[in-house]
């Protein structure tokens, strides 16, 4: 196909050996040109059409055209299009940053200044370099260049939502929705930006305010004097600062910022870390962001406590954050972790000759008797009646309950089987020799398990609380009312 005589015509005018030379006379075709024109016009799809708005893009050599912008409240990085757009209308940062679309799957785009004049914002902003956008689209704004309020992500309301908002009943307004009042409002808000996980030295934390805090919707950075300001006007610490440098309490300030010395419970004192103490205002997003980011994955409260800890500091800190994971609208609709599977049920095998099965048990040791020495008590349990048996022993080996048992036998019959748990007592080879020559057969109790053996165990609940009533008035001959 690439040597086609028709389309090599086409590409280059000249006549072809077919005849066409009345078709290409007076219409000579150019070179194709692989720049569109800069006036080129794309319909816009016309579903995007309500969220444009036109934009003046100013290059840097100071030229400007028009472009089209798409305003997107569910994306929080702004994008171009280097489909649409040149090199030459944005500078290259060499920097790069991870982004991740409705598909889930995360990507790595250059970042780019572009300098934009339109009714949404003004001004030079960091944007994501990316091969494609809608068509006729330029650029895609996101809530990091926008500062009108965001669209509510979630359409329901949770029982503590709605108590919070009856308890404080805010403005209503026109064209907005309601969100989570655990969130901070706008000009409340605070970005962090992520630092890898490790306590560092209180010199690096206040070297890094610049970066760390940033008012949410606003290119303005909150530095350490604001930060300062926050903290002396915050009436919540009021009594920490009054607590500053007094010995036994571990409050400080660094170059004008409130810090707390701090030390897990496994780390020895030297490697005791400088917490930033937060004013009230900035909490709301730091819980957001220690907890609800896709970097913290909706952890528990003792790992999103853990996570603020390594930095920061404030009063009623645990409160905070675990009525913050508790209220999370995410985590009551999804539900924290698998239920686990419940087992079928099973009809119970029913004994229906009187003492055909038989469990045993030994109770003890007990306070003894001073007449008798007797200390432990062998339970036997019909289980088809229940109708139990309590025999007294002095000690309970082998050989002492083979004789209890043959007291029971001879006067009910020999059993078919005997449940019993593992203690040394029913497994000896006396036993298994004593059950062997009359033909019981034993079934054994899970170890460590003893709801296997439920019947017996709760009759020896009931039989040790009616001894206890006996002790007082008949200390030593307790075990005389056994029968």
């Not at 500078?91 to 982004?99: A, D, K, Q, S, W």
């Not at 409130?258 to 997003?285: F, G, M, N, Y």
Request: hydrophobic share 35%; aromatic share 6%; glycine share 6%.
């Amino acid at each position: 196909m690439a040597m086609c005589h028709k389309r090599m015509a086409k590409l280059s005018g000249v006549p072809n050996h077919q005849g066409n030379n009345e078709r290409n006379q007076g219409n000579p075709v150019q070179l194709v040109c692989t720049e569109q024109p800069r006036s080129l016009v794309v319909e816009v799809d016309p579903r995007f059409k309500s969220h444009c708005v036109n934009a003046v893009l100013i290059r840097p050599d100071e030229t400007r055209y028009s472009v089209q912008m798409l305003r997107d409240t569910g994306a929080l990085q702004s994008l171009v299009s280097s489909e649409v757009l040149h090199n030459d209308d944005f500078v290259h940062t060499g920097e790069t940053r991870l982004i991740c679309g409705v598909t889930g799957d995360a990507m790595s785009v250059p970042l780019v200044d572009v300098t934009l004049e339109s009714p949404l914002c003004s001004g030079t902003y960091l944007c994501g370099l990316v091969a494609t956008l809608p068509a006729g689209i330029a650029l895609l704004i996101g809530n990091d260049l926008c500062n009108e309020p965001g669209v509510a992500h979630v359409n329901v309301v949770t029982r503590s939502m709605a108590a919070a908002m009856a308890t404080k009943p805010t403005e209503a307004t026109e064209g907005k929705e309601v969100t989570d009042t655990l969130e901070a409002k706008p000009n409340e808000e605070v970005r962090v930006e992520q630092s890898p996980d490790k306590a560092s030295p209180s010199e690096d934390v206040l070297q890094d305010l610049p970066s760390l805090f940033e008012l949410s919707h606003s290119v303005e950075n909150l530095n350490r004097e604001q930060l300062i300001e926050l903290q002396k006007k915050d009436p919540s610490l009021a009594s920490i600062y009054a607590l500053v440098d007094k010995p036994g309490h571990h409050y400080l300030t660094r170059s004008g910022v409130l810090l707390r010395e701090w030390c897990d419970d496994v780390s020895p004192p030297s490697a005791a870390i400088h917490q930033i103490v937060v004013p009230t205002c900035l909490r709301p997003k730091l819980l957001h962001i220690a907890y609800a980011i896709p970097a913290a994955g909706h952890l528990g409260v003792a790992k999103t406590k853990a996570r603020l800890q390594r930095h920061f500091y404030w009063p009623g800190i645990s409160r905070d954050v675990k009525e913050f994971c508790r209220t999370c609208d995410i985590c009551q609709r999804l539900g924290k972790g698998s239920s686990p599977a419940i087992a079928p049920l099973h009809s119970i095998p029913l004994v229906s000759e009187p003492f055909c099965q038989i469990a045993i048990d030994i109770v003890g040791p007990l306070p003894p008797c001073k007449d008798s020495g007797n200390r432990f008590i062998l339970t036997v349990l019909d289980l088809c009646t229940h109708y139990p048996e309590a025999i007294p022993l002095t000690h309970h080996t082998a050989k002492d309950v083979a004789k209890a048992l043959s007291t029971v036998f001879s006067r009910f019959g020999f059993a078919q089987e005997i449940l019993s748990d593992q203690g040394t007592d029913f497994m000896s080879e006396l036993m298994q020799v004593f059950l062997n020559e009359f033909g019981i057969s034993q079934i054994r109790t899970s170890a460590y398990h003893p709801q296997t053996n439920g019947a017996c165990e709760r009759f020896n609940g009931t039989l040790k609380s009616m001894l206890r009533s006996l002790t007082e008035k008949f200390p030593d001959s307790c075990y005389e009312a056994l029968p």
